[in-house]
T-cell receptor
Framework: GENVEQHPSTLSVQEGDSAVIKCTYS??????FPWYKQELGKGPQLIID?????GEKKDQRIAVTLNKTAKHFSLHITETQPEDSAVYFC???????????FGGGTRVLVKP | GAGVSQTPSNKVTEKGKYVELRCDPI?????LYWYRQSLGQGPEFLIY????????DSGLPNDRFFAVRPEGSVSTLKIQRTERGDSAMYLC??????????????FGPGTRLTVL
C-alpha cells in the first residue's frame, strides 16, 4: 500500500518568514495530493491540493509543488502569520484508490 | 452550504460498553469515509462507503468495529465492548466521488472518544 513520509515533524518560524513542509510517497500511480490544516480540537481542513498533471499550484500565500519523478511534493507558506500556527498533514491515495494515507504531520508555530 | 457534521463531539464511556458515532456527510456526496486519529498522529483509514455499501472495510481493527450507511447518506460507526485502546478522535469525511479520481475529501469536526 501507499506510504507517505512527512518532514519536519515540527517547524518554528518568525512571523513573515516562509515555511516549507516536504512529503514523499511510494505509489507511483498516485495522482492526487491534498494538504490539510488541523487546529486543536478540530477536524482536518483541506487548504490546497494538486493533481499529477501539473507541477505547481498557488493560492494566495500557499503553494504546492509536485515532482512525480522523485515522488515528492511540498507545501510552501509565504509571509507566515500567527494564524498559520497549526498541524499540517500531507496525504496521497492508497493503491486501491478509495482512501487517503496521511503523513505524520508537521506542527508549525509562527512566532509573532 | 453545510459541511460534514458529527455527533456527539465528545463521548466518554466505560470499558466494555457499546458506543455509536454518527456522521452526516455533505449533501450529494456519494463517498463516505471513517478515519481514526490518535494523539500526535495522522488520520488512519477505517472504512469507505460508496452509496449504501461498504466498499472497503480493510482498516477496521477487529470485529468489535462495524459501520452502516443504510440510506446512502448518514453513517453510524459502532464499537462493541469498548477498550481503553479505542480512545481516539474518530473522523468522518465525504467526497463527491472516490478520492482516486481527484475528488476532494472534506472532514467533519470529529468525535473525541474516551474509554475509561
Amino acid at each position: 500500500g501507499e506510504n507517505v513520509e512527512q518532514h519536519p515533524s515540527t517547524l518554528s518560524v518568525q512571523e513573515g518568514d516562509s515555511a516549507v513542509i516536504k512529503c514523499t510517497y511510494s505509489d507511483s500511480a498516485s495522482n492526487y495530493f491534498p494538504w490539510y490544516k488541523q487546529e486543536l480540537g478540530k477536524g482536518p481542513q483541506l487548504i490546497i491540493d494538486i493533481r499529477s498533471n501539473v507541477g505547481e499550484k498557488k493560492d494566495q500565500r500557499i503553494a504546492v509543488t509536485l515532482n512525480k519523478t522523485a515522488k515528492h511534493f511540498s507545501l510552501h507558506i509565504t509571509e507566515t502569520q500567527p494564524e498559520d500556527s497549526a498541524v499540517y498533514f500531507c496525504a496521497a491515495p492508497m493503491a486501491a484508490g478509495n482512501k487517503l494515507t496521511f503523513g505524520g504531520g508537521t506542527r508549525v508555530l509562527v512566532k509573532p | 452550504g453545510a459541511g460534514v457534521s458529527q455527533t456527539p463531539s465528545n463521548k466518554v464511556t466505560e470499558k466494555g460498553k457499546y458506543v455509536e458515532l454518527r456522521c452526516d456527510p455533505i449533501s450529494g456526496h456519494t463517498a463516505l469515509y471513517w478515519y481514526r486519529q490518535s494523539l500526535g498522529q495522522g488520520p488512519e483509514f477505517l472504512i469507505y462507503f460508496q452509496g449504501t455499501g461498504a466498499a472497503d472495510d480493510s482498516g477496521l481493527p477487529n470485529d468489535r468495529f462495524f459501520a452502516v450507511r443504510p440510506e446512502g447518506s448518514v453513517s453510524t460507526l459502532k464499537i462493541q465492548r469498548t477498550e481503553r485502546g479505542d480512545s481516539a478522535m474518530y473522523l468522518c469525511a465525504s467526497s463527491l466521488q472516490r478520492v482516486r479520481s481527484g475528488n476532494e475529501q472534506f472532514f467533519g469536526p470529529g468525535t473525541r472518544l474516551t474509554v475509561l
